[in-house]
C-alpha cells in the first residue's frame, strides 16, 4: 500500500529524517512514536507532499507521489490535524463537503455521505448541520474535522495528533468511537502522536523514532516485550505495567486460563467477549460491576472457537505468569 524507501528531510544543515525505510499494509493502522523534534511529524507530512522529500522515494498503490500533481494526491488522502483546521466562515456542512465538492462528487451523494458520517460519529444532523465551528465545544469541532478528512472516503488517512488538544476525558471518549467504527477499520492510517497510552491503544504496528531514525519498528508486544535496544526500553520503562495491560489480548494469555470445559456456567457470565480483546478491556469490564471478585466472563477464542470462562483473579494470575516469563 505505502512504501518509503530511503527518505531523509533536511531544513537546512538540520537532518530532520535521516534515511528511514518503512512499509504499511492496506488497513493497517501504524503509529509514530517518539521524543519531541524526531521527525516523526515531518515523517507524515511527506506522505501527502506538504513536506518535500529531499532524498528517496515514496510509493502509495504503485505510484511515486513525486510524479502526482500535489493537489489531486492531497484530495486522495484524508488529513486530521491536532487543532481540526476548521475553516470559521463555513457551516459544518460546508466544512465535510470541501473534498467531495472539489472533486465533483454530486451535490445530494455530499450531502448524504456528511449527514452519514455525523451521524456515525454522534454529531446529530439536525441539531450541528447549519451551525459555524465556533458554536461547538472542542470534541465535536474535532468529530467534524474526522468527518471532513472521511468525506471523500479516502483510502489513506493521515492524522497528526487528532486527539492532543482535547481534555483527557473527551480524548478517551472520542479514541475509543474512533477504534470502534468500521469506517475507520477499512483505512490505512498513518498517525503521529506523543501519548505513548493512545499508541499502544490504536496501533497495529508502532514506528518509534529518535534523533530523525527508526529505533524500532514492530507491534506493541515486541516493543514492550522484545525491545530493540536500551533506549526503547527506558522509552517506555515509566508506563510498562499500564502499557502491557493495554497491548496483551486474551489470546496470549489463553494457555495461562484454567481449562473448564465441562463447569463452563453460561448463565453464570454476564458477558461473553472474543479473544482479542485487551487485557485493558476486559479489566474494565469487569470493574463495570461492583461485585468484582464474583463476576465471570466467558472468552471466545477467535481461531478456534473454544470457550473459556474467567475471572478478575484468573486474569491477574495470567498475566503474572506473563510478566514472570
Known amino acids: 500500500m505505502i512504501s518509503v524507501e530511503h527518505v531523509s528531510k533536511y531544513f537546512g544543515d538540520i537532518k530532520a529524517v535521516d534515511d528511514i525505510s518503512f512499509k504499511v499494509k492496506e488497513s493497517e493502522n501504524m503509529i509514530f512514536l517518539g521524543t519531541s523534534g524526531c521527525g516523526k511529524t515531518?515523517?507524515?507530512?511527506?506522505?501527502?507532499?506538504?513536506?518535500?522529500?529531499?532524498?528517496?522515494?515514496?510509493?502509495?498503490?504503485?505510484?511515486?507521489?513525486?510524479?502526482?500533481?500535489?493537489?489531486?494526491?492531497?484530495?486522495?488522502?484524508?488529513?486530521?490535524?491536532?487543532?481540526?483546521?476548521?475553516?470559521?466562515?463555513?457551516?459544518?456542512?460546508?466544512?465535510?463537503?470541501?473534498?467531495?465538492?472539489?472533486?465533483g462528487k454530486d451535490t445530494e451523494l455530499t450531502k448524504k455521505r456528511t449527514i452519514e458520517l455525523m451521524e456515525k460519529l454522534h454529531l446529530s444532523p439536525d441539531k450541528y448541520l447549519n451551525v459555524y465551528p465556533d458554536q461547538l465545544s472542542g470534541g465535536q469541532q474535532q468529530r467534524v474535522g474526522l468527518a471532513r478528512a472521511l468525506a471523500a472516503d479516502p483510502p489513506v488517512l493521515l492524522m497528526d495528533e487528532p486527539f492532543g488538544a482535547l481534555d483527557t476525558i473527551t480524548r478517551n471518549k472520542i479514541r475509543k468511537e474512533f477504534s470502534g467504527l468500521d469506517e475507520f477499520k477499512r483505512k490505512t492510517i498513518l498517525m503521529v502522536t506523543h501519548d505513548v497510552q493512545e499508541a499502544f491503544a490504536l496501533a497495529d504496528r508502532i514506528c518509534l523514532m529518535d534523533k530523525g531514525k527508526i529505533v524500532q519498528l514492530g507491534t506493541p508486544d515486541e516493543l514492550l516485550f522484545k525491545p530493540a535496544n536500551e533506549f526503547v526500553r527506558n522509552f517506555l520503562k515509566e508506563e510498562k505495567t499500564q502499557l502491557a495491560f493495554r497491548s496483551v489480548k486474551l489470546s496470549r494469555l489463553w494457555s495461562l486460563f484454567p481449562d473448564n470445559p465441562n463447569q463452563i456456567d453460561t448463565n453464570a457470565a454476564v458477558l461473553t467477549i472474543q479473544s482479542e480483546t485487551s487485557v485493558w478491556d476486559t479489566m474494565e469490564m469487569f470493574y463495570d460491576e461492583i461485585t468484582v471478585d464474583e463476576k465471570l466472563i466467558n472468552v471466545v477464542d477467535t481461531g478456534t472457537n473454544q470457550t473459556k470462562q474467567i475471572n478478575f483473579i484468573s486474569l491477574m494470575s495470567a498475566m503474572n505468569s506473563l510478566n514472570k516469563n
Do not use: C, K, W
Not at 529531499?54 to 493537489?71: F, H, K, M, T, V
Not at 457551516?91 to 465535510?96: G, R, S
Open 42 to 103: 515531518t515523517t507524515l507530512r511527506m506522505i501527502n507532499r506538504l513536506t518535500e522529500p529531499s532524498e528517496g522515494r515514496i510509493i502509495i498503490n504503485g505510484q511515486n507521489i513525486l510524479e502526482q500533481q500535489p493537489d489531486n494526491l492531497r484530495r486522495s488522502i484524508g488529513y486530521v490535524l491536532q487543532h481540526n483546521g476548521l475553516f470559521p466562515h463555513y457551516t459544518v456542512a460546508q466544512n465535510i463537503a470541501i473534498v467531495p465538492e472539489l472533486l
